[in-house]
Each structure stands twice: as C-alpha cells, then as structure tokens.
C-alpha cells in the first residue's frame, strides 16, 4: 500500500534515517529533475555518502536552511565546501549550500520496475551534456514535455520493454 505523505513530515524522517546509515527509497515529486527523473513515475534511493561522493553531475537531497525548504537537484559545481546546484528541468537559478547541508545522495533510481544507477560513468555523462544544453533547454523541454504528454515517449519505451 502506497501512501502520500507530505515532505515536511517525510523528509526529516529521511534525514533521521540517512543520518543512521539506511537508504531510503521515495517517489519523486515536482518536475524540476525533468527529464531524468519524472513525478510520480520514478522513484530514487536516497543514500548515505562520503565527502568524496560530492562531485559535479551527482544528485543530491540537500537543505537549504536559508530557504527552509528540501531541494533534489544536481551539483553543477563544487566550490570548497559550498556545491552549486540545479534542476535538470529548470531554467536558471540555482542554489548555493555548504556540503554539510547535504542529506543523501542518489545512487538509484527505480523507473518500470527496474533501477538505473545514477552513478555511473554514462549517467554523469549525459548530465553533463544536459548541462551544456542549457542555453536552449527552454526549447527542448518544451519538445520533450510534448512528446511525454502526447504519450509518444513512455507508450515507445513500454511497446519496447513488452517486446523483449
């Protein structure tokens, strides 16, 4: 049985358990991880880190103290001690945080049944693609989220997956 739980319940809870070496798997919510991560059709698993782990193209759960507010977005940059992050699926502005504001991590990421690690070489590639896109993001958004809408993009991939 699945339940919706809002975040300002849920992810201190998150927070408490990552803090005491568990993962935690969660459905996305928003769109601002579009096109890589999709509201409730993805799920992640969010993960215990090291220091190390906090490297531009990794998604991480962060809070942002000065906004008060969770944010599951992708390190753009490393600074220090201070991590740029950002939607994939937005446009500008992004945050500023110290690594010790950073919860979890996402090693996974469950999509139809099956787990996509976000880790890899190949993911941390493809985002840094996305990244370089972003001057005509607005543009292939607007193409993308046509596409999902139209039933084009999700009703291929299931025709394929059916198939093998």
């Known amino acids: 049985m699945k339940r919706v739980i809002a975040n300002d319940l849920l992810l201190p809870e998150v927070s408490r358990r990552i803090a005491e070496g568990q993962s935690v798997r969660i459905r996305v919510k928003g769109s601002s991880m579009i096109p890589f ?19 531009a193209g990794v998604i991480v759960l962060a809070f942002l103290p000065r906004h008060k507010k969770y944010v599951l977005h992708r390190i753009l940059q490393k600074s220090g001690n201070l991590l740029e992050l950002m939607g994939d699926g937005n446009l500008y502005g992004t945050e500023i945080c110290h690594e010790e504001d950073v919860i979890a991590i996402v090693r996974t990421a469950i999509r139809n049944n099956m787990e996509v690690d976000f880790t890899e070489a190949y993911w941390l590639r493809r985002a840094g693609w996305w990244r370089r896109l972003l001057p005509v993001r607005r543009y292939l958004l607007w193409i993308y989220k046509g596409l999902v809408e139209s039933g084009y993009i999700f009703n291929g991939i299931k025709q394929k997956l059916n198939r093998a």
């Open 37 to 55: 991560l999709h509201e409730n059709r993805d799920e992640v698993v969010l993960s215990p880190f090291q220091r190390p782990d906090l490297k």
